[in-house]
């Protein structure tokens, strides 16, 4: 059975940081690209950041110059360091497969939330 486990959420003020982390099952993260996904209230979930299996990134013109997506193939993780926070980031925060693959379950996220 294939998991994706996010983690490292929380309440951040404007202009801070936080990392987020994924655990995925080796089944799945030895052979995919992986993804951050997130979804604000009333939106639909959308592509953050993406790194393939070599570890080539491209990131999201909205999140450009502040997040970065990296993956550690030793640990089946990947993570989302995100700076210079605003309040339009707040979401969930997803990782899973890019594309993402029909028969893998999302996992439960990650709340980000920024505000003063």
């Known amino acids: 059975q294939v998991h994706l486990v996010e983690s490292g959420g929380g309440l951040v003020q404007p202009g801070g940081s936080l990392t987020l982390s994924c655990a995925a099952s080796?089944?799945?993260?030895?052979?995919?690209?992986m993804g951050w996904y997130r979804q604000a209230p009333g939106k639909q979930r959308e592509l953050v950041a993406r790194?393939?299996?070599?570890?080539?990134?491209v990131t999201a013109n909205s999140v450009k110059g502040r997040f970065t997506v990296s993956r550690d193939n030793a640990k089946n993780t990947v993570y989302l360091q995100m700076n210079s926070l605003s309040p339009e980031d707040t979401a969930v925060y997803y990782c899973?497969?890019?594309?993402?693959?029909?028969?893998?379950?999302w996992g439960q996220g990650t709340q980000v939330t920024v505000s003063s």
């Open positions: 899973h497969t890019y594309p993402p693959r029909p028969e893998i379950y």
């Open positions: 790194i393939s299996v070599i570890g080539i990134t």
């Open positions: 080796e089944s799945i993260f030895r052979i995919y690209a």
